[in-house]
T-cell receptor, first 114, second 119 residues
Framework: DADVTQTPRNRITKTGKRIMLECSQT?????MYWYRQDPGLGLRLIYYSFDVKDINKGEISDGYSVSRQAQAKFSLSLESAIPNQTALYFC?????????????FGPGTRLTVL | AQKITQTQPGMFVQEKEAVTLDCTYDTSDPSYGLFWYKQPSSGEMIFLIYQGSYDQQNATEGRYSLNFQKARKSANLVISASQLGDSAMYFC????????????????FGAGTQVVVTP
């Protein structure tokens, strides 16, 4: 079984709809992250959480919100989806590896906003 | 300013040959970590290898090795004995340690290199 799972894997929605992307992990990591990937831009950080009560904005948080329901669950919401939020979204968790946290990614959610 | 630069947008390599993917980085922090990830066409992002800025030896993980040249600020990934399953996009990434805040910064990615392994 995968250590980091994302649901749904694919979603097509319309402008203005509210969308929730869910992430679950069985790795037991405290830290979780949401990224989006656009062609030619690599990955950009949306939000991150170091534990259930610690949530922080990343570089592109506008238009998004998150909820850390439990150590193992971290959800990303688009309150009112717009077409330029069409992207591949990744959840990640991290563990200490040497002197630094190493991030492990889920399989991704491909979101299309029409 | 771009922190991670991958100058090769795409490359072809023959099966069983070695391939080197270039990555240069820009930082003024003495402590940082460098990572390589693989993204096959299915979309998932797979962690391959990590190198710390103070590590004395180049990192290796199976067929992956990282050619770390600190003075040149380069962290090239070498894949030995390429296999068809190595066809994917490869991303170099970095995290910096900020002494002023005693914390690690966010993971910053390059634009990626598309590798196609041919029979």
């Amino acid at each position: 079984d995968a250590d980091v799972t994302q649901t749904p894997r694919n979603r097509i929605t319309k402008t203005g709809k509210r969308i929730m992307l869910e992430c679950s992990q069985t790795k037991g990591h405290d830290r979780m992250y949401w990224y989006r990937q656009d062609p030619g831009l690599g990955l950009r950080l949306i939000y991150y959480s170091f534990d259930v009560k610690d949530i922080n904005k990343g570089e592109i948080s506008d238009g998004y919100s998150v909820s850390r329901q439990a150590q193992a669950k971290f959800s990303l919401s688009l309150e009112s989806a717009i077409p330029n939020q069409t992207a591949l979204y990744f959840c990640a968790t991290s563990e200490r590896r040497g002197a630094i946290d190493t991030q492990y990614f889920g399989p991704g959610t491909r979101l299309t906003v029409l | 300013a771009q922190k991670i630069t991958q100058t090769q947008p795409g490359m072809f390599v023959q099966e069983k040959e070695a391939v080197t993917l270039d990555c240069t980085y820009d930082t003024s922090d003495p402590s940082y970590g460098l990572f390589w990830y693989k993204q096959p066409s299915s979309g998932e992002m797979i962690f391959l290898i990590y190198q710390g800025s103070y590590d004395q030896q180049n990192a290796t993980e199976g067929r992956y090795s990282l050619n770390f040249q600190k003075a040149r600020k380069s962290a090239n990934l070498v894949i030995s004995a390429s296999q068809l399953g190595d066809s994917a996009m490869y991303f170099c990434a970095m995290r910096e340690y900020r002494m002023t805040t005693d914390s690690w910064g966010k993971l910053q990615f390059g634009a990626g290199t598309q590798v196609v392994v041919t029979p």
